[in-house]
């Protein structure tokens, strides 16, 4: 597995080894002793999958210390434009942002450290995305970031009309946001 670094302090891009031929393929999505040679020293307790029509757009959600979380995540099927906003106060990148497109096809993944809001924008009708967590989802610790802040002014792609939830009209904006990592 190959472990691509970001601007963006323990945001990290992983490359698994896949072994295709003429039946299919396969890869390791997940092995502990592999991430903890790489410096991934994380226990992972819950796992999220989301199935969304082309257009979809989640995000960006955090959950707030004690229930903060990291994940590893990747698409199963279909691809998404999938972004990460650093929320660290000490982290020389506060605010920054990187952003890579996910698919099934190149298998990447992304490890997204506790501190990180997240969401992703959908590319292709029934993509199906997976996450792994290091925390378990606590309703009072949500919390979210409003997709097309202008201060963070992420690229989500050109001519961009995406499908929201309720939530995720209404977060609040950057500027406003005190944050708590």
Known sequence: MEI???????????????????????????????????GIDQNFVQDNESKSMKG???GLHFQKPPYAQGKLVRVMKGAVLDVAVDLRKSSSTYGQWESIELTEDNKFMYWIPPGMAHGFITLEDNTVFFYKCTN???????GSILWNDPD?????GSNIKPLLSEKDKISPLFKDFISPF
């Open 152 to 156: 963070l002014n992420i690229n989500w």
């Open 136 to 142: 378990v989802y606590n309703k009072q610790s949500e």
């Open 56 to 58: 979809v757009l989640r």
């Open 4 to 38: 691509i670094t970001t601007k963006i302090p323990n945001l990290l891009i992983l490359k698994p080894n896949i072994y295709r031929d003429d039946r299919g393929y396969f890869f390791e999505s997940y092995n502990k002793e592999l991430f903890l040679s790489k």
